[in-house]
């Protein structure tokens, strides 16, 4: 964990924490607590405290550490509450002896919730038991219990009267049934499965727990309870207790009265005497809450349970998810000393029967069918894919099983991805708290059929929101848990995260139509959440923070959800994320801020924005890791550095990609980052980087050195401009073991590899030369040798010999430039030689390439150029005729490369002859063009003033012969006959006396628009009209286009003769060519009379990926 992470977490827990939570908020603030003064002061320690060598037990607590932090802090050792967080537990997990004041916290990849934290301390400081279910429920303190009489089903019975007034049959079996498992379930997590949906209201719980006596949980929503309740607060029950802590007054009947007043916490309900609840089960809790008010008006069982008890013999070990939702606890007790501590888990068994769940008999099965062969375009789930099967059950329901996976113990609702076969039947079995058949109360179907219909996505496998109905507006923030589309009518402005809440349901399409929405800057803020949510669009909003940003600020935060689409939108604040999720598209966005995706498949990042400036430091602008098959493609990802590695402000990479396999990285424009512009970490396989422009960074073009292993990638056809190094591939650190990703997911790592790997026709310009014998004096790096160190990961291992496996790497036609000295390859054996690799000078005798001084020109696979029928018509842009009346007209064709890339500058001629004469073929008109692309075209256009006769015209190809073809004969095309006569609007012609004047417009630059002066790479047109103002004929002038990179250094690029042009005539010479990446200046010029050359204006151009 580096510094500003520790900062920036500490300053979470303080802000988030302290200032919002009661009753610390009170207590932090002067203003709130009658001008008692701030209690709380809040040190981060900077030190780096090394607990590698402290034991752990199961990998999840340290033996004979309670005390360790406390000594070992440079904030001295006699604070209230210190949080130690440590990278050795191999599980999401924590621990906080009671009463201790320290908390240990997992922090393998960050801080974790500040909630979880809070829930934490909630046990170390102020002593108070977990109030959720699982497998402990006794107290060993008595804190935050309330004292409620133990009611027996008959109790229940008696109080709600007979069938016939108040209570049905029905739900007095339903309550005796609850009361009877409370008291018969036994093991551990028994109690959580079986009364998660037994909670009906917001206090009391029918579960005798906390002690042996009769001392019940006070609160279902409590910050001591799981997030799976929904609460950030403490209840009033915990408050009192935390009070004590922060005051050091025993009272807690006051404590609780002074709670009672504060807002935000989750407090008892008083009922009045002689209202009727509506249901028996409310009147039920109705007089829980009674009791419960009466611990709270007068603890008479609450004297103080601590004294003589040594708080160092238990500690309650947590683990749970990463969004903090699912906890589950154990406890353990030290029977040893403090010095030979020997733990034991501590287990409660309560006598009973248990459920005996019978899922093979017929009546529990419930089928659904999903039928494949013959299916029509409505349903379009394909063979071999994964579809969902959703399930609902009533609150009778305790447990399901699927066919899919006939050993997991299914939730009574809930939905599993299940692989489709020719014909797939999938069945649920159901039992109810009886153990009885429960199929009658679940209803199964197929997802939505319309999220498998691919449409024009098919390929990628997305399938757009389908959602309809009546539009429905938003006018402010607010919760989205129903299909529909909803339209923002005006801007928001909020302090509320997040600000769109969308979960637990499919189909929502939101469109802000441009509006803003405006969240407050801070530490956690979030604009939009989107969780468990299948189908969405999110489009045409303009997202921004307020105030000083924190670095930690998000816009969307997409959990465990599928075939979304995020398009159209701006995007301030820190950054965004992807968590669990498939089949997204986040494509033609502004993005002034981050976007990172983890555990993401087959998702797209297309046609985006990226850019921060240099007052942000951050890893990466586009980060995706520990996902497959997702797509990064025609991105523009400027990371604001000044692409210094001595000068680490903006984005450290332009894109992270880690532990990810089958992706393709392509055609992405990535500038400005002070190290490198791709940088891969992990395990990388079967992975495609190609096309990419890689300018101004610090370090290298494309590297990879943390945990670095590729096997099977391409690197093809990129372009690294101004940069130390072209590649960077090596290894740092060791073997990581299981579980060593965000999730515990990966399997360890048993060796590392640099094999199978090709690196083909990749270009290295403007490289750094050293300014000092000390800095890189070679184009690039590609090692694969033993490390010597270790990570920071937990259980890492150096690798030994036999662990690395490299080889068959192939390096063809790559340009790494002659200004720096050749690459290194160590050990030169793992690199093969594909030829035509140009490089610089060696020290090494045995290197693996044959360095060319320039490109071979040589081509690859066949070459064969062909010429269309040449079109004429009376203006550059008309209807092709062929009977035309003498004047201007124009001729179009084109020149196709119809087989492999050609590299080469080749001369072209367009023919005619006199039909009439039966004349033979004279050559006319002659241009260059400077190569083509495989399957690329170059088009002819030509303009002139013609006589009346019957002619032909015809384009010839390649006519210097400079390209070796495989048919030559295609190369002239087929001849064009027009009949051109006098007309009557001929002009007269000019007098002999006059004198021509040229006049050149400044070029133009057409082609796919990508903003003010920029266009993107690929097929463009170039076009420039020379005009004769004067009263004199100009004569026919040899001319052409230059281009130039610096607006200096001009060099000669296209020729095109200019024909006899008469006074107000004028000609426009137009050339298509494929654009490549950069700054490009282009003029025309003409050889005017006695021999003087004359230039247009320059046009300027950039030319982005």
Same mark, same amino acid.
């Given at each position: 964990?580096?510094?500003?992470?520790?900062?920036?977490?500490?300053?979470?827990?303080?802000?988030?924490?302290?200032?919002?939570?009661?009753?610390?908020?009170?207590? !932090?603030?002067?203003?709130?607590?009658?001008?008692?003064?701030?209690?709380?002061?809040?040190?981060?320690?900077?030190?780096?405290?090394?607990?590698?060598?402290?034991?752990?037990?199961?990998?999840?607590?340290?033996?004979?550490?309670?005390?360790?932090?406390?000594?070992?802090?440079?904030?001295?050792?006699?604070?209230?509450?210190?949080?130690?967080?440590?990278?050795? /537990?191999?599980?999401?997990? %924590?621990?906080?002896?009671?009463?201790?004041?320290?908390?240990?916290?997992?922090?393998?990849?960050?801080?974790?919730?500040?909630?979880?934290?809070?829930?934490?301390?909630?046990?170390?400081? @102020?002593?108070? *038991?977990?109030?959720?279910?699982?497998?402990?429920?006794?107290?060993?303190?008595?804190?935050?219990?309330?004292?409620?009489?133990?009611?027996?089903?008959?109790?229940?019975? $008696?109080? /709600?009267?007979?069938?016939?007034?108040?209570?049905?049959?029905?739900?007095?079996?339903?309550?005796?049934?609850?009361?009877?498992?409370?008291?018969?379930?036994?093991?551990?997590?028994?109690?959580?499965?079986?009364?998660?949906?037994?909670?009906?209201?917001?206090?009391?719980?029918?579960?005798?727990?906390?002690?042996?006596?009769?001392?019940?949980?006070?609160?279902?929503?409590?910050?001591?309870?799981?997030?799976?309740?929904?609460?950030?607060?403490?209840?009033?029950?915990?408050?009192?207790?935390?009070?004590?802590?922060?005051?050091?007054?025993?009272?807690?009947?006051?404590?609780?009265?002074?709670?009672?007043?504060?807002?935000?916490?989750?407090?008892?309900?008083?009922?009045?005497?002689?209202?009727?609840?509506?249901?028996?089960? $409310?009147?039920?809790?109705?007089?829980?809450?009674?009791?419960? /008010?009466?611990?709270?008006? %007068?603890?008479?069982?609450?004297?103080?349970?601590?004294?003589?008890?040594?708080?160092?013999?238990?500690?309650?070990?947590?683990?749970?998810?990463?969004?903090?939702?699912?906890?589950?606890?154990?406890?353990?007790?030290?029977?040893?000393?403090?010095?030979?501590?020997?733990?034991?888990?501590?287990?409660?068994?309560?006598?009973?029967?248990?459920?005996?769940?019978?899922?093979?008999?017929?009546?529990?099965?419930?089928?659904?069918? #999903?039928?494949?062969?013959?299916?029509?375009?409505?349903?379009?789930?394909?063979?071999?894919?994964?579809?969902?099967?959703?399930?609902?059950?009533?609150?009778?329901?305790?447990?399901?099983?699927?066919?899919?996976?006939?050993?997991?113990?299914?939730?009574?609702?809930?939905?599993?991805?299940?692989?489709?076969?020719?014909? $797939?039947?999938?069945?649920?079995?159901?039992?109810?708290?009886?153990?009885?058949?429960?199929?009658?109360?679940?209803?199964?179907?197929?997802?939505?059929?319309?999220?498998?219909?691919?449409?024009?996505? =098919?390929?990628?496998?997305?399938? %757009?929101?389908?959602?309809?109905?009546?539009?429905?507006?938003?006018?402010?923030?607010?919760?989205?848990?129903?299909?529909?589309?909803?339209?923002?009518?005006?801007?928001?402005?909020? !302090?509320?995260?997040?600000?769109?809440?969308?979960?637990?349901?499919?189909?929502?399409?939101?469109?802000?139509?441009?509006?803003?929405?405006?969240?407050?800057?801070?530490?956690?803020?979030? #604009?939009?959440?989107?969780?468990?949510?299948?189908?969405?669009?999110?489009?045409?909003?303009?997202?921004?923070?307020?105030?000083?940003?924190?670095?930690?600020?998000?816009?969307?935060?997409? *959990?465990?959800?599928?075939?979304?689409?995020?398009?159209?939108?701006? &995007?301030?604040?820190?950054?965004?994320?992807?968590?669990?999720?498939?089949?997204? &598209?986040?494509?033609?966005?502004?993005?002034?801020?981050?976007?990172?995706?983890?555990?993401?498949?087959?998702?797209?990042?297309?046609?985006?924005?990226?850019?921060?400036?240099?007052?942000?430091?951050?890893?990466?602008?586009?980060?995706?890791?520990? @996902?497959?098959?997702?797509?990064?493609?025609?991105?523009?990802? +400027?990371?604001?550095?000044?692409?210094?590695?001595?000068?680490?402000?903006?984005?450290?990479?332009?894109?992270?990609?880690?532990?990810?396999?089958?992706?393709?990285?392509?055609?992405?424009?990535?500038?400005?980052? =002070?190290?490198?512009?791709?940088?891969? &970490?992990?395990?990388?396989?079967?992975?495609?980087?190609?096309?990419?422009?890689?300018?101004?960074?610090?370090?290298?073009?494309?590297?990879?050195?943390?945990?670095?292993?590729?096997?099977?990638?391409?690197?093809?056809?990129?372009?690294?401009?101004?940069?130390?190094?072209?590649?960077?591939?090596?290894?740092?650190?060791?073997?990581?073991?299981?579980?060593?990703?965000? !999730?515990?997911?990966?399997?360890?790592?048993?060796?590392?590899?640099?094999?199978?790997?090709?690196?083909?026709?990749?270009?290295?310009?403007?490289?750094?030369?050293?300014?000092?014998?000390? *800095?890189?004096?070679?184009?690039?790096?590609?090692?694969?040798?033993?490390?010597?160190?270790?990570?920071?990961?937990? +259980?890492?291992?150096?690798?030994?010999?036999?662990?690395?496996?490299?080889?068959?790497?192939?390096?063809?036609?790559?340009?790494?430039?002659?200004?720096?000295?050749?690459?290194?390859?160590?050990?030169?054996?793992?690199?093969?030689?594909?030829?035509?690799?140009?490089?610089?000078?060696?020290?090494?005798?045995?290197?693996?390439?044959?360095?060319?001084?320039?490109?071979?020109?040589?081509?690859?696979?066949?070459?064969?150029?062909?010429?269309?029928?040449?079109?004429?018509?009376?203006?550059?842009?008309?209807?092709?005729?062929?009977?035309?009346?003498?004047?201007?007209?124009?001729?179009?064709?084109?020149?196709?490369?119809?087989?492999?890339?050609?590299?080469?500058?080749?001369?072209?001629?367009?023919?005619?002859?006199?039909?009439?004469?039966?004349?033979? =073929?004279?050559?006319?008109?002659?241009?260059?063009?400077?190569?083509?692309?495989?399957?690329?075209?170059?088009?002819?256009?030509?303009?002139?003033?013609?006589?009346?006769?019957? =002619?032909?015209?015809?384009?010839?190809?390649?006519?210097?012969?400079?390209?070796?073809?495989?048919?030559?004969?295609?190369?002239?095309?087929?001849?064009?006959?027009?009949?051109?006569?006098?007309?009557?609007?001929?002009?007269?012609?000019?007098?002999?006396?006059?004198?021509?004047?040229?006049?050149?417009?400044?070029?133009?630059?057409?082609?796919?628009?990508?903003?003010?002066?920029?266009?993107?790479?690929?097929?463009?047109?170039?076009?420039?009209?020379?005009?004769?103002?004067?009263?004199?004929?100009?004569?026919?002038? !040899?001319?052409?286009?230059?281009?130039?990179?610096?607006?200096?250094?001009?060099?000669?690029?296209?020729?095109?003769?200019?024909?006899?042009?008469?006074?107000?005539?004028?000609?426009?010479?137009?050339?298509?060519?494929?654009?490549?990446?950069?700054?490009?200046?282009?003029?025309?010029?003409?050889?005017?009379?006695?021999?003087?050359?004359?230039?247009?204006?320059?046009?300027?151009?950039?030319?982005?990926?």
């Amino acid at each position: 964990m580096n510094i500003p992470t520790l900062i920036g977490g500490a300053e979470q827990y303080r802000t988030e924490g302290f200032e919002m939570i009661e009753p610390f908020k009170t207590y !932090s603030t002067s203003e709130l607590n009658g001008g008692k003064g701030r209690y709380f002061a809040h040190f981060a320690d900077l030190a780096q405290h090394d607990d590698t060598g402290w034991s752990t037990l199961f990998g999840r607590f340290f033996v004979g550490a309670n005390k360790k932090p406390r000594a070992l802090s440079s904030c001295g050792n006699d604070g209230s509450q210190y949080f130690f967080h440590t990278g050795k /537990f191999r599980v999401p997990s %924590a621990y906080a002896p009671y009463g201790n004041g320290i908390a240990f916290l997992y922090s393998n990849s960050g801080f974790i919730r500040t909630d979880v934290a809070m829930h934490e301390m909630g046990h170390s400081f @102020g002593w108070l *038991e977990d109030e959720y279910h699982s497998g402990f429920d006794v107290t060993l303190y008595y804190a935050n219990c309330a004292p409620a009489s133990q009611r027996t089903a008959t109790d229940i019975v $008696s109080r /709600f009267g007979p069938p016939s007034s108040k209570t049905t049959a029905s739900e007095r079996t339903q309550i005796q049934s609850l009361i009877k498992k409370s008291a018969s379930a036994s093991g551990r997590n028994k109690i959580m499965t079986l009364f998660e949906r037994a909670y009906w209201d917001q206090y009391g719980d029918t579960v005798s727990g906390c002690h042996t006596n009769v001392q019940n949980r006070p609160s279902l929503k409590s910050m001591m309870n799981t997030g799976a309740f929904g609460s950030d607060q403490f209840n009033v029950v915990s408050c009192g207790y935390l009070l004590r802590s922060i005051t050091g007054e025993e009272n807690l009947k006051s404590h609780w009265q002074e709670c009672m007043k504060m807002d935000g916490l989750e407090k008892p309900v008083v009922v009045p005497g002689g209202v009727q609840a509506v249901t028996p089960i $409310s009147r039920l809790f109705a007089l829980l809450k009674d009791s419960l /008010f009466a611990a709270v008006a %007068a603890p008479s069982a609450t004297t103080d349970m601590r004294t003589g008890i040594d708080f160092e013999r238990f500690i309650n070990v947590e683990t749970f998810s990463s969004e903090g939702k699912n906890i589950q606890s154990e406890i353990f007790e030290n029977t040893g000393d403090e010095k030979n501590p020997s733990w034991r888990q501590v287990t409660i068994e309560v006598p009973g029967d248990e459920i005996v769940e019978d899922f093979t008999r017929s009546d529990l099965v419930k089928k659904i069918t #999903l039928s494949v062969e013959g299916a029509t375009d409505a349903v379009g789930v394909k063979k071999g894919e994964e579809a969902e099967v959703v399930w609902r059950g009533d609150e009778s329901i305790v447990s399901c099983r699927g066919s899919w996976n006939p050993t997991e113990k299914l939730p009574p609702s809930g939905t599993a991805q299940v692989l489709v076969t020719e014909s $797939s039947t999938f069945s649920l079995s159901c039992l109810d708290a009886e153990g009885k058949a429960a199929t009658a109360s679940v209803i199964v179907s197929a997802v939505n059929p319309s999220l498998f219909t691919r449409g024009v996505e =098919w390929l990628t496998g997305r399938a %757009a929101s389908s959602a309809t109905g009546a539009v429905i507006t938003l006018s402010a923030c607010g919760e989205i848990t129903q299909s529909g589309r909803y339209v923002v009518e005006n801007d928001i402005t909020t !302090s509320q995260s997040p600000c769109l809440n969308i979960h637990d349901t499919q189909d929502v399409q939101v469109n802000c139509n441009g509006h803003t929405i405006t969240g407050k800057s801070g530490v956690g803020s979030l #604009l939009v959440h989107l969780k468990n949510v299948r189908g969405f669009s999110i489009e045409s909003c303009l997202f921004q923070m307020s105030g000083s940003p924190s670095g930690y600020e998000r816009i969307f935060s997409i *959990e465990n959800s599928t075939n979304g689409v995020i398009q159209n939108n701006t &995007l301030g604040g820190s950054y965004s994320e992807a968590r669990e999720s498939k089949n997204l &598209l986040i494509k033609n966005n502004n993005f002034q801020s981050t976007y990172e995706q983890l555990y993401t498949n087959e998702s797209t990042i297309e046609g985006n924005i990226f850019r921060i400036d240099s007052s942000r430091t951050t890893n990466g602008l586009i980060a995706s890791n520990y @996902g497959s098959h997702n797509r990064i493609v025609n991105n523009k990802i +400027n990371g604001g550095a000044k692409g210094l590695f001595s000068e680490q402000r903006g984005a450290d990479d332009g894109i992270i990609i880690q532990d990810e396999n089958n992706d393709v990285i392509e055609d992405n424009a990535v500038e400005n980052n =002070w190290d490198c512009g791709i940088e891969t &970490l992990g395990t990388i396989t079967n992975i495609r980087i190609s096309r990419n422009y890689i300018k101004n960074n610090g370090f290298c073009g494309i590297g990879g050195w943390y945990w670095h292993s590729w096997l099977g990638n391409t690197i093809a056809d990129n372009t690294i401009d101004d940069a130390p190094l072209m590649f960077a591939l090596y290894r740092e650190y060791g073997l990581r073991p299981a579980f060593a990703d965000y !999730s515990k997911k990966m399997l360890a790592d048993h060796s590392i590899f640099f094999k199978d790997n090709n690196f083909i026709n990749n270009k290295f310009i403007r490289a750094r030369v050293p300014t000092s014998e000390h *800095e890189v004096v070679f184009s690039s790096r590609v090692t694969m040798l033993l490390p010597v160190r270790l990570g920071t990961i937990p +259980n890492e291992r150096l690798p030994v010999v036999g662990e690395i496996i490299s080889g068959n790497n192939k390096f063809i036609d790559n340009d790494f430039g002659t200004t720096l000295q050749a690459p290194v390859f160590d050990p030169p054996s793992m690199i093969v030689d594909g030829g035509g690799n140009v490089c610089g000078k060696t020290m090494f005798a045995d290197y693996p390439l044959e360095c060319l001084s320039s490109p071979r020109v040589t081509q690859t696979g066949s070459v064969n150029l062909s010429s269309t029928k040449p079109t004429i018509s009376d203006s550059p842009d008309g209807e092709a005729r062929t009977t035309l009346t003498a004047g201007n007209m124009t001729l179009r064709a084109e020149i196709k490369s119809e087989g492999a890339e050609i590299r080469e500058t080749f001369g072209n001629t367009i023919q005619y002859r006199d039909v009439t004469a039966n004349g033979a =073929w004279t050559d006319w008109v002659t241009f260059e063009v400077a190569g083509l692309i495989a399957g690329g075209k170059a088009t002819v256009r030509h303009t002139w003033g013609a006589g009346a006769g019957n =002619w032909g015209f015809r384009l010839v190809a390649d006519s210097g012969g400079t390209i070796t073809e495989t048919n030559e004969q295609d190369n002239y095309s087929e001849a064009t006959p027009v009949f051109i006569v006098v007309g009557t609007t001929l002009p007269p012609s000019p007098p002999p006396s006059g004198m021509p004047k040229l006049f050149l417009a400044t070029p133009v630059i057409s082609g796919r628009q990508a903003g003010l002066g920029k266009v993107y790479a690929g097929s463009m047109t170039i076009s420039a009209k020379a005009t004769n103002s004067g009263d004199g004929i100009l004569p026919t002038s !040899s001319g052409g286009f230059q281009y130039s990179t610096d607006g200096k250094d001009w060099k000669p690029w296209v020729k095109a003769d200019v024909p006899e042009l008469f006074p107000g005539i004028g000609h426009t010479t137009v050339y298509n060519w494929e654009g490549g990446a950069g700054v490009w200046n282009f003029r025309f010029y003409m050889e005017a009379s006695l021999g003087v050359r004359e230039y247009s204006e320059r046009a300027t151009v950039e030319i982005v990926l």
